[in-house]
Structure formats: C-alpha cells, structure tokens
C-alpha cells in the first residue's frame, strides 16, 4: 500500500523489526521499500549499541534515531539534559565507526524551559555536533515553540523532518493528530526553511491513526502539492 501510494522508505519504531531484523528486511524489500533510519530506544544505544548497529546494517539503515526519554526518567535541569547529549554523543561516535549516523527525534518536553530560562533541546544536541536532529515539527508546534526558528537554528545538524500536523488542541479525535496538511501548521511557509536544512528526506508521522491509509495518502498529496 505505502509503495503504491508513492512511499519510498518506512521508519520502524519497536516492536517492528525487534524479534526477527532479517525476516523485516525481506518484507521491507518484498514491498520495493528502504530503511533509510529506525526509531530505537536511548537505553539501546547506551546499554547495547552492538546489537543496535547489527539490527541498523541487518536493515540497511544509515542512521540509528533514539526518540524519547520516559517522562518517570525526566530530571528537569540543564545537567540531566547535558548527561543525555553526552549519552547520544557516545553513541554516535561508535556508531560511526561502522559508517552509521545517530540522531535526537524531539517531542514537546524538550521545548519546555527550566529553572534557569534554557531548554533541553538545546543541552541536548549541544554536547557534540556529531548527534544529528530528526525534527518533528507537530511536537514542536504542541510546544509552543515556532517550527521555523528550530529549523533555522539546527539546520546543520537536521538529516530528516517529520512532517507531522496536528489538530487545534483541544482535540481528542486520533489524539489530536491528523495528516499532514490537515492541521494547523502552516507547510507552505515552512518549505523554504526545509529546503535550507541538510535534509535528504521527509517523514510522515501519526502516534495514532484510525485510518492509516488514509493519513498516508493524504499526507503524501499534500507533500507532493508543496513541490517536495
């Protein structure tokens, strides 16, 4: 379905590819498709970057993208925060040994400021430019925060966009989620600062679809009409 649609790649978060890598491959390749990166846990990329970067070269994946600190682990100061960028930092320079990228997908904690006015954010991909960015731009948007000024801001260090819309808040349909170009943020006003970031692809992205195919689609329309 997503090949027909015009998809060229998938971005698997667990339990995808967790219990047989190899046999993901073959589906992945059965349907045309491509593993360009995969969501993975930070505890992975701490505890067993070994098996994470067999499980990245088992599906041809170039860039390993931890996506989440549990919200029971958060510690909100600058230190905590640093202590992960550190953590990513690790985990890139041993992924690269192997000819991988890691990089930070955000969602809206780390565009909420601490104590001391500064955010996590920007600890987190401040402790070595060798941590790439995954930019979500619905979260970013649920923060409060302007995707446009993230854009520009890390537009070095961002390898893939997500182009994930959301809903006014206050809504609970598909928590709040909807295909791209079916919410609120502005895709139009955003392609130019796109087109400034080291970006090589685009990703669709819903927590909670209860028509997939349909977020797919339309989501895929709208990106083809802004010329991406």
Known sequence: MLKSLGYDAIEPWLPAYETDPALFR???????????????????????????????QT???ACMIPPFVPKEERIDT??????????????????????LKVAWHNHDFEYVPLADGSRPIDHILGAGNEV????????????????????????????AIQTK?????????DDGWVATGD??????????????????HIVTEHDNPSDWQRFAKRSIDHIRSLGL
């Open 165 to 173: 819309d959301t809903a006014p808040p206050g809504t609970t349909v």
């Open 132 to 159: 790439l960015f995954e930019i979500d731009c619905g979260w970013i948007t649920r923060a409060g925060a302007e995707p446009a000024a993230e854009l520009e801001r890390y537009a070095d260090r961002i390898i």
């Open 78 to 99: 600058a230190d905590y925060w640093k202590g992960i960028g550190e953590q990513l930092a690790t985990g890139a320079e041993r992924a690269a040994r192997h000819g």
């Open 183 to 200: 919410g609120i943020i502005d895709w139009a006003a955003l392609v130019p600062y796109f087109r400034k970031t080291r970006a090589d």
């Open 59 to 61: 599906l041809g994946a």
């Open 26 to 56: 073959r589906q992945i390749d059965d349907a045309g498709l491509a593993c360009f990166g995969f969501h993975m846990p930070l505890k992975g990329l701490v505890a067993e970057p070994d098996r994470f970067i067999e499980i990245a």
